[in-house]
């Protein structure tokens, strides 16, 4: 039998072997960490892109990078790192920021001019067109930043708007919707307060900084409302109803379309076509389902016409899963869907106590999914 004896040197190799090991594992896992950074900072730059865009900022500040160097210097310098170093990686992060930057500045300016589209050429898409951004108070939607507006169906009392503004308020919503002029449909059902409901909306909403958008029922109201509303809102209903489309647009107010419940894509597009004609760029299209088989749920929430619209116009395209879904529990799945599939925003409703609304009760949110809507999406950059 023969025994194998570790030399004294022998057990030194080996451990020093293992020591080296050991510290090539751990800065492989600060290198993993830094890459992880990396792509964690990558996100952060283009969300600062957009915002830029949103802002009109410049991309490059020079007096930015020049301050935030200076001070990274310093914090380097006290971890004991030469400012040379400090001053080498942090240019390769801004070059790389910058780029992301850019990439979101160019982006959607690329797209081909789709075929057959005579019937809504100024809506649609053509190379070199930026993309529309419609601004509604604080909110530019189109702009790359996901918006989520909300409100409840119906302006129902002073007491109950300003309630819900001040939901709709703390979860960070911009833009607070209410119907004064309720399209209802059974004659018997609550038809809304009219200017007197649009009062209290406007009162609730812009003592609170926030905008309003409300429907607009019949053309000889049009300009009433624009008096007390940023943008003024076309109810699937009334998608098609070319005097309604023009008094909206000549009030000059943004205008949100949505699309009729059994409305193609592209005649959707041409009624916001009659819009735009009228000399009225800010249009917002919104999907909200369209009528199918399908009874358990309300609509049919249609996101391939989010994606379609996407290759077809430079309109901003959001999308309202309450009267789609009909039922609350669907909506936070709904909106996240939205979002990816390439949505500019959310219109959603929300009353501040859903067991008491005298509309669109089964489908209103309750302020605290509201607010787990608005923490996850608010302002998050738009996919795609
Ligand atoms: C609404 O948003 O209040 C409404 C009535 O929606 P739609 O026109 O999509 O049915
Ligand atoms: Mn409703």
Not at 336 to 356: S, T, Y
Request: glycine fraction near 8%.
């Amino acid at each position: 039998m023969t025994t194998t004896t570790i030399t004294p040197e022998a057990k030194q190799a080996g451990d020093d072997a293992l020591v080296f090991s050991a510290l090539r594992a751990s800065i492989n896992r600060i290198d993993e960490r830094l890459l992880q950074l990396l792509a964690e900072r990558a996100k952060v730059a283009t969300n600062i892109g957009l915002a830029k865009r949103v802002t009109d900022r410049p991309i490059h500040d020079a007096i930015r990078e020049a301050e935030h160097t200076g001070q990274l210097c310093r914090l380097g310098e006290a971890l004991g790192l030469p400012p040379r170093v400090v001053r080498d990686f942090y240019q390769v992060l801004a070059r790389h920021g910058f780029a992301a930057q850019l990439e979101v500045r160019a982006a959607n300016t690329s797209r081909a001019t789709p075929p057959d589209s005579d019937g809504f050429r100024l809506a649609r898409i053509e190379p070199g067109r930026a993309p529309t951004v419609v601004q509604v108070g604080e909110a530019r939607i189109g702009a790359g930043l996901f918006e989520v507006i909300a409100g409840p169906c119906a302006v129902e009392s002073e007491a109950q708007i300003n309630l819900a503004a001040d939901h709709a308020r703390a979860a960070g919503v911009r833009v607070l919707r209410g119907g004064a002029f309720k399209p209802r449909t059974s004659p018997y059902e609550f038809q809304g307060h009219g200017l007197q409901g649009l009062r209290w909306l406007a009162d609730a909403a812009h003592s609170r900084g926030m905008a309003v958008v409300t429907e607009v029922l019949d053309p000889a109201d049009a300009q009433a409302v624009a008096e007390h509303a940023e943008l003024l809102q076309i109810g699937a209903r009334n998608m098609q109803n070319v005097p309604l489309l023009r008094a909206c647009a000549r009030t000059g107010r943004p205008v949100l379309l949505k699309r009729g419940p059994s409305a193609s894509i592209r005649e959707w597009l041409c009624a916001g076509e009659y819009i735009l004609l009228e000399g009225n760029p800010n249009v917002v299209l919104c999907e909200r389902g369209i009528r199918t088989f399908e009874r358990e749920t309300r609509n049919t929430l249609d996101l391939s016409s989010v994606a379609a619209l996407r290759e077809l116009t430079h309109l901003p395209v959001i999308v309202d899963p309450s009267h789609a879904a009909g039922r609350d529990e669907l909506i936070p799945a709904l909106c996240r869907a939205a979002h990816a599939v390439g949505a500019q925003g959310v219109i959603v409703e929300m009353h501040p106590c859903k067991e008491e609304a005298l509309c669109d009760k089964r489908q209103a949110l309750r302020p605290v999914t509201l607010r787990g809507i608005t923490n996850e999406l608010q302002s998050v950059a738009v996919s795609g």
